[in-house]
């Protein structure tokens, strides 16, 4: 009898919170991804990360016309993600901006540093999200990704 053993699944980790749509934003959502790459042990670029976070919030508490907005941070075994929720139905676009204007190119950074990057439709408005792939580990490292919340099997 032969008897094969269930495939592992992807580890998953979610953090989500509502942040008042105000200054304070973008730094709590900054706070929360540097505590997330942290606590889950992510081999991704936290300053990367928080740059790219601040970007994303920072566009949705401008055109937001609610008094919040969602943060989701999840992982995968190679990806952290970050989406944000608000409650405009205006879906960003990428801005044709001169390399010295002084608003405008945050989208722009945050396709040119992301692994990918959208936004999507949402019941109560839209959602922006970006992707970054985990850096390579030392040698010997054989996951890219976090480590397990706990030991398979248990």
């Not at 992807?10 to 942040?19: C, G, K, S, T």
Request: hydrophobic share 45%; charged share 25%.
């Amino acid at each position: 009898m032969n008897t094969v053993a269930p495939s592992r699944p992807a580890q998953l980790h979610l953090r989500r919170l509502r942040l008042a749509a105000g200054p304070a934003a973008p730094a709590e959502a900054r706070r929360q991804v540097r505590a997330a790459i942290r606590a889950w042990g992510l081999r991704a670029d936290p300053d990367t990360a928080m740059l790219l976070t601040s970007e994303v919030v920072t566009n949705a508490i401008e055109h937001e016309p609610g008094r919040t907005v969602t943060l989701a941070i999840t992982c995968t075994d190679d990806r952290l993600r970050v989406d944000v929720h608000d409650t405009s139905r205006l879906l960003p676009v990428l801005a044709d901006c001169p390399a010295d204007a002084e608003a405008g190119r945050g989208l722009l950074l945050v396709a040119a540093l992301s692994a990918e990057w959208g936004s999507y439709r949402t019941p109560a408005g839209k959602a922006v999200y970006f992707t970054l792939a985990f850096q390579p580990g030392p040698a010997g490292w054989e996951r890219s990704g976090p480590r397990p919340a706990r030991a398979w099997g248990r």
